[in-house]
Antibody, heavy 122, light 110 residues
């Protein structure tokens, strides 16, 4: 079964840092673009970042540029999101998701994790 | 405020057909394909319609998608109680170099 499992969420103070992880299983992780999407409490979905199969290309939403870094370790079948200088508005459930290799669409995400909650508060 | 505009709510009775719209611009829907996601209460999103009108394996044919110009639509026929969920459209924006999601539409089955 193709599966994504996020971890690393928690409570952090404003200005603090947190590193999220996403463990992939059931598919060849290194063949896929991967992405992070977040959802603030009671709000809609917001794309955060995505990364190419070999990590050479990365894209970010403007609101996290310079603060968040997406990365991956294909040997460990893992995706990461390093979050620095966290703000209250970063409070959200963070999902990792897979972009299928059969598509030319940049917004097709066919496998999702269950999400991990990040709360930024003093 | 989302660049992709969806109605915040929609409703219908069991068996009815409902349509949810998603309006964008030439830099997103007008030039790329649209995807639709269903999010059941307390769950992760699920891909419902890919590349404008393709149903992934396992998605009932009651769900259909279409695109025309800078707008897209999701149609749900034969409404069932389990269709009560939030629905999101998504598209890449070539000007922003970013994936955009619509604000979401909450579908209520009356």
């Amino acid at each position: 079964e193709e599966q994504l499992v996020e971890s690393g969420g928690g409570l952090v103070q404003p200005g603090g840092s947190l590193r999220l992880s996403c463990a992939a299983s059931g598919f060849i992780f290194s063949n896929y673009w991967m992405t992070w999407v977040r959802q603030a409490p009671g709000k809609g979905l917001e794309w955060v970042a995505n990364i190419k199969q070999d990590g050479s290309d990365k894209y970010y939403v403007d609101s996290v540029k310079g603060r968040f870094t997406i990365s991956r370790d294909n040997a460990k079948n893992s995706l990461y999101l390093q979050m620095n200088s966290l703000r209250a508005e970063d409070t959200a459930v963070y999902y990792c998701a897979r972009r299928p290799d059969s598509t030319t669409s940049w917004s097709t995400f066919d496998v999702w994790g269950q999400g991990t909650m990040v709360t930024v508060s003093s | 405020q989302s660049v992709l505009t969806q109605p915040p709510s929609a409703s219908g009775t069991p068996g009815q057909r409902v349509t949810i719209s998603c309006s964008g611009s030439s830099s997103n829907i007008g030039s790329t394909s649209v995807n639709w996601f269903q999010q059941l209460p307390g769950m992760a999103p699920k891909l419902l319609i890919s590349t404008n009108d393709q149903r992934p394996s396992g998605v009932p044919d009651r769900f259909s998608g279409s695109k025309s110009g800078t707008s897209a639509s999701l149609a749900i026929g034969g409404l069932q109680s389990e269709d009560e969920a939030d629905y999101y459209c998504a598209a890449w924006d070539a000007s922003l170099n970013a994936v955009l999601f619509g604000g979401g539409t909450k579908l209520t089955i009356l």
